[in-house]
């Protein structure tokens, strides 16, 4: 199966060619409803791409920030306040990183119309969080995080799913130690019971679970040969 990763003109046309699956970011539906359209999709039957936002395994939102402040621990953090900063048009500083926005400042920012995330960055920082805790809410990631409890990840996967912005998810876990069980223990079974998430499979690969095309061998579409006008250009 051939997944592809990344936007744009260029991007959209390989992935609608080739692309049994497809990671999308902010704009997610846009990229989707182009992926089923010409030129895009030239096939009788398109690709079934699948666009596929982040999530991440539950815990109480205080501990769920725990543990994204951990993982931060490994960035420059330095660095990630000064772009937080121009996300919402404030001179942020790191020597103030575990305090919250003083309400003038909050007040005063806007996001930037040419980053997509800034909206939310901004919104997380007028909930009065230090900028530890707003980089914690991975505001700065180009995948969706949750950080909040099983309900809280049920909720925005239900919400992207019904707005049509995806087909499926791809399950960031931070932790591999315990996070894929909290994942499947608590949060497959409120998925399940909102009729979201299946029962049982819809046969023995992965081809089947994602209802992506037959292939036996190498794609045809990567092997065929190249139409005559193409190679004399």
Do not use: K
């Not at 040419?114 to 901004?122: G, I, K, M, T």
């Not at 009065?128 to 995080?145: E, F, M």
Request: aromatic share 6%.
């Amino acid at each position: 199966m051939i997944f592809q990763a990344g936007g744009g003109t260029n991007g959209l046309a390989l992935a609608g060619r080739f692309a049994d699956g497809v990671y999308a970011i902010e704009d997610s539906r846009a990229q989707r409803n182009a992926l089923r359209e010409p030129p895009n999709a030239p096939d009788a039957t398109p690709t079934r791409s699948r666009c596929s936002p982040a999530s991440c395994p539950p815990s109480p939102r205080r501990a769920a920030l725990g543990r994204r402040r951990l993982l931060d621990e490994s960035v420059d953090l330095r660095r990630r306040v000064r772009y937080l900063g121009a996300m919402i048009g404030l001179p942020l500083d790191y020597d103030h990183i575990d305090e919250p926005i003083p309400d003038s400042a909050r007040a005063a920012a806007r996001p930037s119309p040419f980053d997509p995330r800034s909206a939310r960055a901004l919104e997380v920082a007028r909930q009065g969080w230090t900028l530890r805790d707003i980089l914690a809410h991975a505001v700065i990631d180009y995948h969706p995080v949750v950080a909040g409890t099983a309900t809280d990840v049920a909720d925005h996967m239900q919400r992207w799913f019904e707005a049509g912005a995806c087909d499926g998810f791809s399950v960031a876990i931070d932790g591999y130690h315990d996070g894929v069980d909290a994942f499947v223990d608590q949060v497959v079974p409120i998925l399940q019971e909102r009729g979201l998430f299946h029962h049982d499979y819809e046969g023995p690969t992965l081809r089947d679970h994602l209802g992506a095309r037959a292939q036996y061998g190498l794609d045809q579409r990567l092997t065929a040969p190249e139409p005559a006008h193409t190679r004399s250009s």
